[in-house]
T-cell receptor, first 115, second 111 residues
Framework: NAGVTQTPKFQVLKTGQSMTLQCAQD?????MYWYRQDPGMGLRLIYY???????DKGEVPNGYNVSRLNKREFSLRLESAAPSQTSVYFC??????????????FGPGTRLTVL | QQQVKQSPQSLIVQKGGISIINCAYE??????FPWYQQFPGKGPALLIA?????SEKKEGRFTISFNKSAKQFSLHIMDSQPGDSATYFC??????????FGTGTRLLVSP
């Protein structure tokens, strides 16, 4: 089991460029999430997908779009990158059926710099 | 109301000492309170979690103390080791399937 995988690990963009961050999980989890992590800000939810076929906005969705391609894959797209989107991006997944399965499992992150 | 306030921002503890990290919340609808541990260059990983019907949960050297009336919960790391040096995040579950995270505490355990 690879768990949650993210590509790429590092990326440098120029302002205005677009890119897609890829995430996949092999744990047959229902729910998937995209977070950004900035110094002193903790982890902030960008978008999430409760189940295949659904997506919802989180705390900081502006400037981002997502696609839940299938149960395994959840991508995050920056249509026109801005320096304020420089951050470390984490994808997570969760079985989230009930009770003790509230745990979220995180990928290794993508470090994005927008110049 | 959706915030979780975490303190301190950073903490230095000697090996063998007790590390204590505190979190406070306002939303009484929160029903699940996990702590995540993150090493440099890695994603966060669940360390220990508690539900509000329990006042304390212990797993090895890690203990969560939960005070429902004060709307506070804390992580205690007993006999702290250099390998515990990491960033710790408290969180709370709000609504269906979403977590709200604290701002993180960077712990350094000196040898």
């Amino acid at each position: 089991n690879a768990g949650v995988t993210q590509t790429p690990k590092f990326q440098v963009l120029k302002t205005g460029q677009s890119m897609t961050l890829q995430c996949a999980q092999d744990m047959n989890h229902n729910s998937m999430y995209w977070y950004r992590q900035d110094p002193g800000m903790g982890l902030r939810l960008i978008y999430y997908s409760a189940s295949e076929g659904t997506t919802d906005k989180g705390e900081v969705p502006n400037g981002y779009n997502v696609s839940r391609l299938n149960k395994r894959e959840f991508s995050l797209r920056l249509e026109s990158a801005a320096p304020s989107q420089t951050s470390v991006y984490f994808c997570a997944s969760s079985p989230w059926t009930s009770g003790e399965t509230d745990t979220q499992y995180f990928g290794p992150g993508t470090r994005l710099t927008v110049l | 109301q959706q915030q979780v306030k975490q303190s301190p921002q950073s903490l230095i503890v000697q090996k063998g000492g007790i590390s204590i990290i505190n979190c406070a919340y306002e939303n009484t609808a929160f029903d699940y309170f996990p702590w995540y541990q993150q090493f440099p260059g890695k994603g966060p990983a669940l360390l220990i979690a508690i539900r509000p019907d329990v006042s304390e949960k212990k797993e090895g050297r890690f203990t969560i103390s939960f005070n429902k009336s004060a709307k506070q919960f804390s992580l205690h790391i007993m006999d702290s080791q250099p390998g515990d040096s990491a960033t710790y995040f408290c969180a709370a579950k709000v609504g269906f399937q979403k977590l709200v995270f604290g701002t993180g505490t960077r712990l350094l355990v000196s040898p």
